[in-house]
């Protein structure tokens, strides 16, 4: 059986690695601002990765939507919290973003299913 969340996180390590292992300085600082920038700060965490979820959503960012959902998980989010944002996301963002959200919920489920194992 497919474990989509560690094909995606196995993924992403993968190609993390090989980008910033050939790159200048200017993609690792970009790298690092991104990081900092979800350090908790005046917002704490969860409100970050909340706010990134919605851009993520609005842009269209499949990955960067896994990326986020998977932070508001261990962020110990609840199931409700993630869907009423997504839910603003989709009103900001229109239609076009309910592909999107349909491989989000489907991808919490995965995250769900994944602490059960």
């Not at 094909?7 to 300085?25: A, Q």
């Not at 269209?60 to 939507?65: E, F, G, H, P, V």
Request: hydrophobic share 35%; aromatic share 8%.
């Amino acid at each position: 059986m497919s474990n989509p969340v560690k094909e995606f996180n196995d993924y992403r390590s993968r190609m993390n690695e090989r980008l910033l292992d050939d790159s200048s300085k200017m993609l690792k600082r970009i790298f690092s601002l991104d990081k900092q920038a979800f350090q908790k700060g005046e917002l704490d965490v969860a409100t970050k990765e909340l706010l990134g979820l919605v851009a993520s959503t609005v842009l269209r960012c499949d990955d960067c939507i896994k990326y986020h959902l998977e932070n508001c998980y261990k962020e110990n989010l609840s199931k409700t919290t993630v869907m009423e944002t997504l839910e603003i996301a989709t009103l900001v963002g229109g239609t076009i973003v309910i592909p999107h959200l349909r491989r989000a919920y489907e991808y919490w489920e995965a995250l769900e299913s994944n602490s059960k194992i």
